[in-house]
């Protein structure tokens, strides 16, 4: 687990770059649950997440939740070191939602590099196009998918992601990650169960009729 | 009006980088309603705006509109250049929504400097993170702002742009502006009517209590 093995760029920097790179570079292995960032209250650097799942999420003033994105192995958290740059006007808060292992460059570090090396920066630039097409992706779910539709396809998509057929995640927990209340997300699901789509138990989602829910999400 | 005068990091850039730009640099002049930008089907450069207004929106599939963000004198519209980026992944419209004029830098010779140049890179890092800031607001103003507030901001923000109290804006525009349907945007400024806040007349939206709409919009 190095640097060489899963900084994208690797190949592409020079020697000093690289020695710059490694002798600043840190391991942390945290546990499910850690808040990695949140807001502009702290900006440590870049993570590039070595084993496990990071969740990238805003928070309303009373305390609301969506979900942004994930991050997934070999994936790179810029956001964490969002300081860097001055026109990025948004907090955003990063927890790890699976035990994780991963790899934190310090921001002042990427910094320098990046106002040096036009590759790093480049680099960079796509880094950010990439999370802005998430969030992008977000907007068009939000503004033109009905809740039903936005409900199917994020069962689907954790079931792919937990490679199960039954979820074990809270209404609470989806209520937060789409942004609604859970009483929404528990009135919605009962009528995927009364269609025959889910089954509910507590504290358990099991998909019963994929088919349909996938039919639903198209 | 030339790039000396509008492009912000002229100053910073070597001899044959500002050569490149000004042999390559062309201007256009715009009426309004021009699509200037529309999805991936065309990229041809990046957009200076030395007077005029731009806006960015995305369309759904069923003609739904939503304006992203507004783009002034001064600003550098960089999405209508957005194939210079592998990771957008996403299609945006550009139109001027005002006559305008443009310097236009083709996106083949901004390619090429931010190849070569960490300057050139670093600001358009800055470019895309204040437009990805923009889409962020709008995030948490639809998944946070009921729609009263939204509308009330929208008419404050309109008056603010036009520096008038009148807006001569339909109903229907003010809907592919927010995303909704023109009956949700009339019932809405009907009941602001009821309560004294804006007259209604064809075509046009006088605010009658500022105040009001400002501390619905608080």
Not at 3 to 22: C, G, H, Q, S
Not at 47 to 57: E, T, V, Y
Not at 86 to 114: C, G, H, R, T, W
């Amino acid at each position: 687990m190095g640097l060489a093995d899963y900084f994208p760029i690797w190949d592409r920097l020079t020697d000093a770059e690289r020695r710059t790179l490694e002798n600043s570079v840190t391991k942390r292995t945290v546990p499910e649950g850690t808040l990695l960032h949140n807001g502009s209250n702290d900006c440590v650097g870049l993570f590039i997440i070595c084993s496990g799942q990071l969740r990238a999420f805003i928070l309303s003033d009373e305390g609301k939740e969506v979900t942004l994105y994930r991050l997934f192995e070999r994936d790179i958290c810029l956001m964490s070191a969002s300081c860097m740059m001055a026109s990025i006007q948004f907090d955003i808060a990063i927890e790890a939602e699976k035990d994780s292992e991963l790899l934190m460059i310090p921001k002042d570090v990427y910094k320098n590099l990046m106002d040096s090396s036009a590759i790093v920066a480049g680099y960079t630039n796509e880094l950010m196009a990439s999370r802005f097409s998430e969030v992008m992706w977000l907007v068009e779910q939000i503004m033109w998918k009905s809740f039903d539709k936005r409900l199917a396809e994020f069962l689907l998509a954790e079931s792919a992601l937990e490679q199960s057929e039954t979820l074990k995640i809270t209404h609470e927990k989806i209520a937060n990650h789409m942004g609604t209340a859970r009483e929404v997300v528990t009135r919605m699901l009962r009528y995927f169960q009364s269609e025959g789509m889910v089954g509910l138990a507590r504290g358990e989602i099991r998909l019963t009729n994929r088919a349909a829910l996938e039919s639903l999400a198209r």
